[in-house]
């Protein structure tokens, strides 16, 4: 978190580096090392394989919400994808399928009353990963691009003329907090997904139905004109009154989203002014102390000292889906580069706790990161997930990620909420 000067110094002076992660960024044998260190660590906290219920299987008990859980598995892809470290795909595919519902489309009647459209989107997105990576099909019914289509049919049909001109509700169901709100993750998250769905089977509504997304939130002014992004507007207001906090992950969710279309439209100019206009926009998560260049903070919060669960861990999928853009608009690439890796390095450097990669409190450069998930939930009761993706700039290869084949330097990135973002 970010504190103020004298807090800071005496937190720095106070820390006891008990184990920090040995990472060279320029090594891809050293990343996928530490990356290993990561997986293990934060896959120790998972035993839903184990115990194997319809309430566990699948999912992080509190105080982690049924999203995050998704969220985690789509590290894991990644992880395996970017890696080929296979070791985890048993639990990796047991979980995703635990939760697709009785219809198939991440509808789970067990977490009614903690899904909204956005944490149902990211289970999507570990799915369309799976799809977009050809990660081993399910051995029976839908494809992965198949389950995400079918959550796609769920939402579009929720998208609410009745206010605001559009939009979807933040929450699905009325009896949860949050129905009276069109939040931008919700609807970036289901731009993103029909840009990706375009991109992957090139269905002409996916498009349509993303321009149409990105177009509503500029006309309700949830997007600037220097393309940040508010977090959402009040239903009962008509969505005249914008919400005005802005936070990491709904800039990384519209920016690879428009990457997308970008790379779907053949370098279209107005996708790529949008790109670059959301990418620069990111410049208002970094340096947030002179001697902090570069590294990566979540304003909304950290400069308070107050962020909650869901919030540790947005920075890590903001370092994701800047990573990723870079694969499919490659003139972001040199920026990404210098913005992230400073962050990498002094994740890495920072004290951690016994040695598994994922607990503790650190300071690097006046920037508290907190790591994962605490060993200890009593003790460390806002010590959660934060992510911290791990990537390789070095490696050149071919990766599919769906209807054509990127070849370029390839960025291996680890994402997820349990470490913040190391990378290079």
Same mark, same amino acid.
């Given at each position: 978190m970010i504190t103020?000067?004298h807090v800071?110094?005496?937190l720095f002076a106070a820390?006891t580096?008990?184990?920090a992660?040995?990472?060279?960024?320029?090594d891809?044998?050293s990343i996928?090392?530490?990356?290993s260190v990561i997986?293990?660590g934060m896959?120790?906290?998972?035993?839903?394989?184990?115990?194997n219920?319809?309430?566990t299987v699948?999912?992080l008990?509190p105080?982690y919400?049924?999203w995050e859980?998704?969220a985690m598995?789509?590290?894991?892809?990644?992880?395996y994808?970017?890696?080929g470290?296979?070791s985890?795909?048993?639990?990796?595919t047991q979980?995703?399928?635990?939760?697709?519902g009785?219809?198939q489309d991440?509808?789970?009647?067990?977490?009614?009353?903690d899904?909204?459209?956005?944490?149902q989107a990211?289970?999507?997105?570990?799915?369309m990963s799976a799809a977009e990576?050809?990660?081993p099909?399910?051995?029976?019914?839908y494809?992965?691009?198949?389950l995400?289509?079918?959550?796609?049919?769920?939402q579009?049909?929720r998208?609410?003329t009745e206010?605001?001109a559009?939009?979807l509700?933040w929450q699905?169901?009325?009896?949860?907090n949050?129905?009276d709100?069109?939040?931008t993750?919700?609807?970036?998250?289901f731009?993103q997904?029909s840009?990706?769905?375009?991109?992957?089977?090139?269905?002409q509504t996916?498009v349509?139905?993303?321009?149409?997304?990105?177009?509503?939130?500029v006309d309700l002014?949830?997007?600037?004109?220097?393309y940040?992004?508010?977090?959402?507007?009040?239903v009962?207001?008509?969505?005249?009154d914008?919400?005005?906090?802005i936070?990491?992950?709904?800039?990384?969710?519209?920016l690879?989203?428009?990457?997308?279309?970008? =790379?779907y @439209?053949n370098?279209s100019a107005?996708?790529?002014?949008? $790109?670059q206009?959301?990418? %620069?926009?990111t410049?208002?998560? +970094?340096s947030?102390f002179? =001697?902090? @260049?570069?590294?990566m903070?979540?304003?909304?919060?950290e $400069?308070v000292?107050?962020? %909650?669960?869901?919030?540790?861990? +947005?920075?890590?999928?903001?370092?994701r889906?800047?990573?990723?853009?870079?694969l499919i608009?490659?003139f972001t690439?040199?920026a990404?580069?210098?913005l992230l890796?400073?962050?990498?390095k002094?994740?890495?450097?920072?004290c951690s706790?016994?040695?598994?990669g994922?607990?503790?409190?650190?300071?690097?450069?006046?920037v508290?990161f907190?790591y994962?998930l605490?060993k200890n939930?009593?003790?460390y009761?806002?010590s959660?997930?934060?992510?911290?993706?791990?990537?390789?700039?070095?490696?050149?290869s071919s990766?599919s990620l769906?209807?054509?084949?990127?070849?370029r330097t390839?960025s291996?990135?680890?994402?997820?909420l349990f470490?913040f973002?190391?990378?290079?």
């Amino acid at each position: 978190m970010i504190t103020s000067s004298h807090v800071v110094g005496a937190l720095f002076a106070a820390a006891t580096c008990v184990f920090a992660l040995d990472l060279d960024v320029n090594d891809p044998d050293s990343i996928r090392n530490a990356t290993s260190v990561i997986a293990h660590g934060m896959m120790s906290y998972y035993t839903g394989n184990v115990t194997n219920t319809p309430e566990t299987v699948g999912v992080l008990g509190p105080p982690y919400y049924w999203w995050e859980s998704g969220a985690m598995w789509g590290a894991l892809m990644d992880y395996y994808h970017y890696t080929g470290d296979s070791s985890y795909n048993d639990v990796l595919t047991q979980a995703l399928l635990s939760q697709v519902g009785p219809e198939q489309d991440f509808m789970v009647p067990l977490h009614a009353k903690d899904e909204g459209n956005d944490d149902q989107a990211f289970w999507g997105f570990a799915a369309m990963s799976a799809a977009e990576k050809d990660y081993p099909q399910p051995s029976s019914g839908y494809s992965w691009v198949e389950l995400v289509e079918r959550l796609w049919n769920t939402q579009v049909v929720r998208w609410d003329t009745e206010s605001c001109a559009g939009g979807l509700r933040w929450q699905i169901f009325s009896f949860n907090n949050g129905y009276d709100y069109k939040n931008t993750v919700s609807n970036g998250a289901f731009f993103q997904l029909s840009a990706r769905l375009a991109r992957f089977t090139g269905n002409q509504t996916y498009v349509d139905w993303a321009e149409k997304v990105y177009n509503w939130t500029v006309d309700l002014n949830l997007m600037t004109e220097d393309y940040h992004v508010y977090d959402g507007a009040d239903v009962l207001k008509n969505c005249s009154d914008q919400n005005r906090l802005i936070w990491t992950y709904n800039a990384g969710i519209y920016l690879y989203g428009s990457a997308m279309m970008y =790379n779907y @439209t053949n370098g279209s100019a107005l996708w790529q002014q949008r $790109t670059q206009g959301l990418f %620069n926009a990111t410049a208002n998560f +970094f340096s947030p102390f002179d =001697n902090a @260049t570069d590294i990566m903070f979540e304003p909304a919060c950290e $400069t308070v000292n107050h962020c %909650n669960t869901d919030q540790f861990s +947005f920075k890590g999928y903001l370092s994701r889906f800047m990573w990723a853009t870079t694969l499919i608009a490659p003139f972001t690439k040199i920026a990404t580069n210098q913005l992230l890796t400073a962050s990498s390095k002094a994740a890495a450097q920072s004290c951690s706790g016994p040695g598994d990669g994922v607990t503790g409190d650190m300071m690097a450069n006046g920037v508290q990161f907190k790591y994962i998930l605490s060993k200890n939930f009593n003790t460390y009761k806002e010590s959660i997930f934060t992510s911290i993706t791990y990537v390789i700039n070095n490696i050149t290869s071919s990766i599919s990620l769906g209807v054509s084949t990127l070849s370029r330097t390839e960025s291996l990135y680890f994402k997820y909420l349990f470490l913040f973002i190391i990378k290079a």
